[in-house]
């Protein structure tokens, strides 16, 4: 579903570049990171780094004329980013990551604009308490299906006690 948002946010922006990433002390991670070849960066010239110390949208509309990122790697060499601009993504006040876009030219973005990226952020944000839920669903089954099992067999001896037995049965009959 990252894949996703990130395509669509990249049709949205017109720009070649789009990603989602997780951000934590050493680097930023992109999950979903669309036509570049860049699985991770080192936090110390990440743009998204930057992007999660704040609490609002990181807009450089062009990345020379910045004082933090005229030197980074990242503007320098490929990808020759010129225009940068991230979202914080955040469950319950703790920020994870970004969504972000790039241009290897500048770019000026209106105010309505700059929203459409806070609502794409919403997205993101949804995704991963689906996600989250979706997992904590299947956890609970498997404890469930696990506390049925051991319900149905007794535990010193590790056979199936009459329970047990009278559900496999059933289950062969009706089979």
């Known amino acids: 579903n990252f894949s996703r948002i990130t395509r669509l946010t990249k049709k949205l922006f017109d720009v070649p570049i789009s990603a989602i990433s997780f951000v934590n002390d050493q680097s930023s991670a992109f999950k979903s990171l669309l036509d570049e070849e860049i ?23 062009e990345t020379f004329s ?34 972000c876009i790039a241009d290897h030219q500048p770019r000026y973005f209106t105010p309505p604009q700059l929203n459409w990226l806070k609502d794409v952020a919403a997205l993101v944000e949804t995704e991963i308490q689906n996600y989250t839920i979706k997992t904590d669903k299947g956890k609970l089954a498997s404890d469930l299906d696990q506390a049925r099992l051991a319900s149905m067999v007794d535990p010193l001896t590790s056979l199936w006690n009459r329970q047990g037995i009278y559900n496999i049965l059933k289950h062969q009959m009706d089979g």
């Open 39 to 61: 699985i991770e960066t080192p936090r110390d010239i990440s743009f998204c780094g930057h992007v999660i110390n704040q609490e609002d949208i990181l807009n450089i509309p």
């Open 66 to 99: 910045d004082d933090r990122f005229r030197n980074n790697p990242l503007v320098l060499d490929d990808p020759h980013v010129r225009f940068y601009a991230g979202c914080p993504v955040q469950i319950n006040r703790q920020k994870l990551g970004t969504i």
